[in-house]
């Protein structure tokens, strides 16, 4: 079984940057895909950004490409989003999932973390 547990989340002002993290244990997180999913108030979860094991392959959303990355150090056993030019619309509770593809598809994933809130306001 893989656990996930997320951190790095908090309140910052339009513009910042924040980088989430994602520490799995259990298993070798090298063995699966990483993705970041986020889910706004009153919203259905959508897909952020993914990376998968072998290849460092990457996929974004297109509300977040260019401002966000998601990056892993399989030694750690851990994936990042590295989130800037943070805007007001990113507000949202943001989960790590893990899989054993890359998919913008929240089905594709088994293992999901509790969630972190990133809030950002002026």
């Known amino acids: 079984q893989l656990h996930l547990v997320e951190s790095g989340g908090g309140l910052v002002q339009p513009g910042d940057s924040l980088r989430l993290s994602c520490a799995a244990s259990?298993?070798?997180?090298?063995?699966?895909?990483g993705a970041w999913f986020r889910q706004a108030p009153g919203k259905e979860r959508e897909f952020v950004a993914a990376?998968?094991?072998?290849?460092?392959?990457?996929t974004y959303a297109d509300s977040v490409k260019g401002r966000f990355t998601i990056s892993r150090d399989n030694v750690k056993n851990t994936v990042y989003l590295q989130m800037t030019t943070l805007k007001p619309e990113d507000t949202a509770v943001y989960y790590c999932?893990?899989?054993?593809?890359?998919?913008?598809?929240?089905?594709?994933?088994?293992?999901w973390g509790q969630g972190t809130q990133v809030t950002v306001s002026s």
């Open positions: 999932a893990a899989g054993t593809q890359d998919s913008r598809n929240e089905g594709a994933y088994p293992y």
């Open positions: 259990g298993l070798p997180f090298s063995w699966y895909a």
């Open positions: 990376i998968i094991s072998s290849r460092r392959t990457t």
